[in-house]
């Protein structure tokens, strides 16, 4: 069977069985990750998961558990930074989408932690559920400023950070399963 993942098996074996230095790990799981979904960007994952402490000694399990974690990080960071812009001045029509965008946030960071529970317990599916709900977060914050003329998004860099971040999480955990399979 032909598919643009044909070559997976052989990068999987290689990624798995061979005792490989933990630079080229990244490299290779985020070049996987980057040819499983076009979204996530080859350099944006190598840059984050080498500047994460931990990530020299990890196996791609482990890469996962820090995409986790650096997603919980962010996450939460951007919660807190929202609500310093809503200390803020803001017009009435910036606010209502900052107020939405703190309830999503705040929920992604419950998802997330809950995901990095179902991740330890390795119950993926669960895990895939969960960070495509903050994925969607992003998403959706995102989307409410385009709605709006005369209101920008500042948010913008930082829902993408998440977005990437997810995407990153998402295919680490593809290529756990199908690496079980
Ligand atoms: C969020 O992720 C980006 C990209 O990895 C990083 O540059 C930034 O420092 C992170 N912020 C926090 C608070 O972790
Ligand atoms: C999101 O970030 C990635 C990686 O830094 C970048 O390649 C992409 O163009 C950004 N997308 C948007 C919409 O800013």
């Known amino acids: 069977m032909f598919s643009p993942l044909c070559s997976l098996p052989f990068i999987l074996f290689t990624l798995f069985f061979l005792s490989i230095h933990a630079q080229t790990l990244i490299h290779g799981t985020c070049k996987v990750c980057s040819q499983q979904d076009p979204t996530?960007?080859?350099?944006?994952?190598?840059?984050?998961?080498e500047a994460a402490s931990g990530s020299r000694h990890a196996d791609v399990?482990?890469?996962?558990?820090?995409?986790?974690?650096?997603?919980?990080?962010?996450?939460?960071?951007?919660?807190?930074?929202?609500?310093?812009?809503l200390k803020k001045k803001a017009s009435s029509t910036q606010r209502m989408r900052l107020d939405d965008c703190f309830e999503l946030y705040s929920n992604a960071v419950t998802d997330i932690k809950h995901a990095m529970k179902s991740y330890k317990s390795k119950h993926y599916e669960e895990v895939n559920v969960l960070i495509s709900s903050v994925m969607d977060a992003a998403t959706t914050c995102e989307n409410g400023f385009k709605e709006k003329r005369n209101v920008v998004s500042p948010l913008t860099k930082r829902n993408n950070v998440t977005f990437e971040l997810c995407g990153i999480g998402l295919s680490i955990i593809h290529i756990l399963r199908v690496g079980t399979k």
């Open 40 to 49: 996530v960007n080859y350099q944006f994952c190598t840059t984050s998961l």
């Open 61 to 85: 399990r482990g890469l996962g558990k820090i995409s986790l974690r650096l997603t919980h990080t962010n996450v939460s960071d951007t919660r807190s930074h929202i609500k310093n812009l």
